[in-house]
């Protein structure tokens, strides 16, 4: 039963009419052609995502953020203990964390789902209808999962995405909090790109030089074991993930399916991705990558799946924070073909040299 349930139907692609719509309606606008850069790119992207030109404004931006803890992080590889993650829940559902400050800036809204935060307080048990367990295994030594709990956290990534977009969500954020997820997520990247620990492994939270080590020992060691499940990409969810990671990437997957655009954020939700891509080939182009942050597996991760950053900002706190900051450039790019003035319509001359196709 779990097998038929965790099967993904073929994606479609964006639709190629309305991305070269886009692009000729961009050579009519009162200005030089390609004379708006990658808003341009951005602007023709969500008018393929949406199938049409000019495309519409986006009007219910929707942030979810996946919450869980990690059995890595008693192996001393962040800054910070692991209570940390259910405080930090509880501020977010006050409205205080970062997520919540630039999400209201740019005008989206904020769910938070708790996977396995290793807690059973109130603030956690009021997000918890998806929870998969408290934690995950130490997956240096053992499983994060068991394969039942990969599978359920992958359903509920599906259900959470088809829940937002039902409600009305038309542009989606997978947003990430646990301390400890950086090196889940660095293994997966390891493992999915070809790469050796030591170009993975980075400062996460703000660790010291033996912290470092102590991470890239626990990436080493996970790496091994996450290599002999890369053709099944649930098994290596359950292996070197957790039920936030793995939720996510059947978010990332789903949302997909569901033909709707997403904006990636930092590294665990670039590691999402990438099981996803695998979970269901061709989604990445359903994607756009918010920003690049400062953790050399989040680079790796992009050039993976071929996406190109909106900004550079070095930021690495996870959230969606990165995504994010990047939302009024995406509003601005929609905007700018939805509302923009024609030179037939403004009775502006064109250029007296036509420009070369881009």
Excluded at 34 to 52: F, N, P
Excluded at 78 to 87: H, K, L, N
Excluded at 106 to 112: H, I, L, N, Y
Excluded at 242 to 265: E, H, N, Y
Aim: proline share 5%; hydrophobic share 50%; glycine share 10%.
């Amino acid at each position: 039963m779990d097998d038929e349930i965790l099967e993904f139907a073929e994606v479609e692609q964006p639709d190629e009419h309305a991305r070269s719509a886009a692009i000729a309606l961009h050579s009519k606008l009162i200005k030089p052609a390609g004379s708006l850069g990658r808003l341009e790119e951005l602007g023709v992207w969500v008018a393929a995502c949406q199938g049409q030109s000019p495309p519409r404004p986006f009007t219910r931006p929707r942030v979810v953020v996946f919450a869980g803890d990690h059995g890595i992080a008693a192996k001393g590889v962040s800054a910070y203990p692991s209570e940390v993650t259910a405080q930090l829940v509880g501020s977010m559902l006050t409205g205080g964390a970062a997520i919540n400050v630039l999400a209201a800036s740019a005008g989206a809204s904020v769910r938070v789902v708790d996977m396995a935060v290793d807690s059973d307080a109130p603030a956690t048990r009021s997000i918890g209808e998806f929870k998969v367990r408290r934690g995950s295994g130490s997956i240096d030594v053992e499983d994060a999962l068991t394969d039942d709990e990969a599978r359920a956290a992958v359903r509920a990534g599906r259900a959470i995405a088809d829940a937002e977009v039902d409600g009305g969500a038309d542009l989606l954020i997978a947003g990430d909090l646990g301390i400890g997820n950086s090196t889940p997520a660095s293994v997966l990247v390891a493992a999915l790109t070809g790469s050796e620990p030591v170009a993975v492994v980075g400062r996460g939270s703000g660790i010291d030089d033996n912290a470092w080590m102590r991470k890239a020992a626990a990436v080493r060691d996970a790496l091994r074991r996450a290599r002999t499940v890369l053709a099944d990409p649930v098994a290596l969810l359950r292996t070197a993930a957790g039920a936030d990671i793995a939720a996510m990437a059947g978010f990332l997957a789903q949302a997909s399916l569901r033909k709707t655009p997403v904006i990636l954020d930092g590294l665990v939700a670039s590691a999402a991705a990438l099981v996803a891509e695998e979970l269901v080939p061709g989604a990445r182009r359903w994607w756009a990558a918010g920003q690049r942050g400062g953790e050399p597996a989040h680079a790796l991760a992009l050039e993976h799946l071929d996406l190109d950053p909106i900004l550079d900002l070095d930021v690495r706190l996870g959230e969606g924070t990165g995504a994010v900051a990047a939302l009024p450039l995406v509003f601005m790019a929609t905007r700018v073909l939805a509302e923009m003035a024609t030179h037939e319509q403004a009775g502006v001359s064109g250029p007296l040299i036509e420009a070369p196709p881009s």
